[in-house]
């Protein structure tokens, strides 16, 4: 998105961005604080699936892995990812 608002192309973009040490790094979070964060998550919102739990960490400066959000979800939502795979 900040690639088409400066109207270039996305690779163009991450080249100047590397060139200028400006890195988008992803947080350390430990499995147990993730699982925490998306059990909190789930608690007030039971029926949201794992792009709003994505959205919400990035809305609280949170960047993970979303295969690691992902195998947080099964830990945290073993009711939910049983009623889901049926």
């Not at 080249?15 to 608690?43: C, I, P, Q, W």
């Not at 919400?56 to 889901?84: C, E, K, M, Y």
Request: proline share 1%; aromatic share 6%; glycine share 6%.
């Amino acid at each position: 998105e900040l690639a088409d608002i400066l109207g270039v192309h996305r690779n163009t973009l991450r080249l100047y961005m590397k060139h200028h040490g400006v890195e988008r790094k992803y947080s350390e979070l430990t499995n147990a604080d993730l699982d925490v964060l998306v059990s909190e998550f789930k608690k007030k919102r039971p029926d949201s699936g794992i792009r709003y739990i994505i959205g919400f960490l990035r809305r609280h400066g949170i960047r993970v892995q979303h295969h690691r959000v992902v195998q947080s979800l099964r830990r945290v939502d073993r009711l939910g990812q049983v009623l889901r795979d049926r």
